[in-house]
């Protein structure tokens, strides 16, 4: 696919460079709010700030507050929050994972220990809520404290079907909606919300929110199977490994034969696993073409994303918008 | 001390007595809230819920809105928050401290495993923060979102000191005020804040909470050196194994000869331990009398907490509170 869509691969550049003072500004604010007297904190969490990121999630705040005309600046000071709050699960989901590398950097968990990366996580969730309760909007801290407990509950559902080959698409998705996708909502949401919109206006930014997190998501997921290392900054195979139930695992074993079934039991159900094993799961995805039908339902969430932009008048915000979600699945691979 | 404070002692079987009907509807308030379609959690949570525990913190906010004469009924859902993010603390606490015990029971993370206990957690906190947003006060997120932030900053100040001889009186002060006292202040606070009292009060309740945490924490690190473990619920000399520079320590520390600073230094400072040190660390204790001594410090903020509820005139519920306070340091060793 590449080079077939040169202009959505660039549309997070194109959204970063639509609003770079008001991402400046949040990563200010995201450097200045996580100080603490306690030094191993900011240490930590500025580990995590250097080894970069996307800041996709801020992003989205910072977008919608400009597509809804918001002309104030409390999107940055709920950007930062949104990123906190990210921040906060990636740390202890590296610890849940025993992840080594995140973007493609040792992990902090690898780095300060899985006691600290607990410990900062909790502080930056606190600090998210204060954050939030200093901007004064009880709608605001509805919508992020309802995303936060979703996110945990998302995260605990994907433990519980981890290595579990009667887990069903249906329980993937809810958890994905939990894990990734309620945040990307959320994160949407607020920009309406703080622009004073209509209830129906901050509805479809959270429903852009949630279809584009679900495609993100289940590409991700597609990616764990397919990458380049390098090109992703992490482990291929991490997934495999976790024994978890993934979109392309879940086609591939009702799609499998009898013998390929014992492989999936063996590797994915028992979590027994050689060194050949991730070999054959990668051969057995490119047959039964799980990365492309992954994609291709990616593709459906995009749409639902893109339509949900409906209720806005075209600008170039919205384009800018709907350009990011096509880039989610035209990513490489 | 047996038997020497008959009525200090049952402090706070009388203080529960007197907020019977708001505790159990605080109780239920817990059980409700903690449900989720994702069994595992109210699972993990009713584990915890189960093993009991005294409910010391949420008794706290009952009392100080009686002491205010407070007649609504919002305090039940607020104490219901400040035990979620109790319980929160002591999940994460467990797996940073790879507790086995937790008040005599198996602990969730050795029954769910350390993944489940994390995640748990954070789905309690989230939800604490829900039913904050609730209640509606901002002023009351205000307070509690400054405790958890605050309490995880003592906790990752306490995993930086582990091991380190060089830690201060007034460094492990700084800890016991952020992992255990601030909570305490703050759920005092809350009571005076939703009875609608001055600023002179709630501070003088946030006061007297801050000076409790603070005893019960001086007493809880010197039973750790000094109760027997049936009576404590939980193994004798934790600290001593985990390398934390608690209060006894510090003192047996200040006053060890060259001999007994080898002690110190190759079992807390390198972690080097055999079977016969715990032994010898307590004798040291008893040489240096560190367990009196530490009940003594403990009894200074006693009073000091009694002195800052000088501000409320004498009632049943006054009295009840300060014999509470009193009774931290008549706790069995």
Redesign the interface.
Known sequence: MDGATPLTTDALVQLTAMLEPELQATNRAIVARMD??????PQLAAHLVAAGGKRLRPLLTLAAAKLCGYEGSRQVQLAACVEFIHT??LL?DD??DESVLRRGYASANTVFG???S???G??L???A??L??ED?S?EV??IL??A??T???G???Q??TQNDLDTTEQKYFDVIRGKTAALFAAACEVGGVIAGRPAAQCAALAQFGMDLGMAFQLVDDALDYSAVQAELGKTVGDDFREGKLTYPVLLAIADADAQELEFWTRTIGAGEQNETDLGSALALMKKHNTTLRSLARAGAFVESACAALGVFPPSPMREALMDVARYTTARRF
Do not use: Y
């Open positions: 603490s007297p306690v030094s191993l904190i906060a699960t202890h610890v849940v899985n006691k600290a607990v410990l900062v909790d502080f969730f606190a600090r809520f204060q939030m309760v004064g009880l801290l509805r404290s309802a936060a407990a996110i945990a509950e995260e605990v559902l433990l519980t």
